[in-house]
């Protein structure tokens, strides 16, 4: 409701607040922050950068091949998973239920660090608007006071020419 009416909200007070003072209105990433990220934390975006490549998939495609060859082959004796391939089932359904929410974790981070940069260029981009209707404020005015000055000048010629015809005659 109040966003109908114009209020404004906290962030565009600070960018307003920012724009008068003449300071930074951009948030810079907290870099302690970041490096004290949990442990666990930089282990889900580990995971998420090896899991989301093409290197992970290439390389798994691989041991599955390897593991059905294997075990459909006569090279064992006695395979370690026969035809249904239960264990290989087992192992890919674990496979997908760690990776899945440890990439979701890394895709959250990734979305906090997404929004803060997405912030800072409304910031940006509010402080620019703002600065960019001073500026044409600014141009406005001088233009104004161009045309007064246009004005007077046209004046004293008017009466320089009445002056000079007053003195023909």
Do not use: C
Request: charged share 25%.
């Amino acid at each position: 409701m109040l966003d109908e009416r114009g209020a404004l909200h906290d962030l565009d007070r600070q960018v307003i607040d920012s724009f008068v003072s003449g300071g930074l209105v951009v948030r810079l990433p907290d870099i302690a922050e970041e490096q004290a990220a949990r442990r666990g934390d930089r282990i889900a975006d580990a995971v998420a950068r090896i899991g989301g490549s093409w290197g992970f998939i290439v390389g798994f495609a691989i041991v599955l091949v390897a593991w059905v060859t294997l075990n459909l082959s006569s090279w064992l004796a006695k395979p370690f998973d026969p035809y249904p391939f239960i264990l290989l089932n087992l192992v890919l359904s674990t496979v997908a239920a760690l990776q899945a929410p440890v990439i979701m974790m890394s895709q959250r981070r990734q979305e906090a660090k997404d929004r803060a940069r997405a912030e800072n260029d409304y910031r940006i981009n509010l402080k620019a608007e703002l600065e960019v209707r001073q500026l044409h404020e600014k141009i406005d005015h001088q233009i104004t006071a161009q045309w007064h000055r246009l004005a007077e000048l046209q004046q004293i010629q008017i009466e320089l020419l009445e002056e000079r015809l007053g003195e023909r005659k």
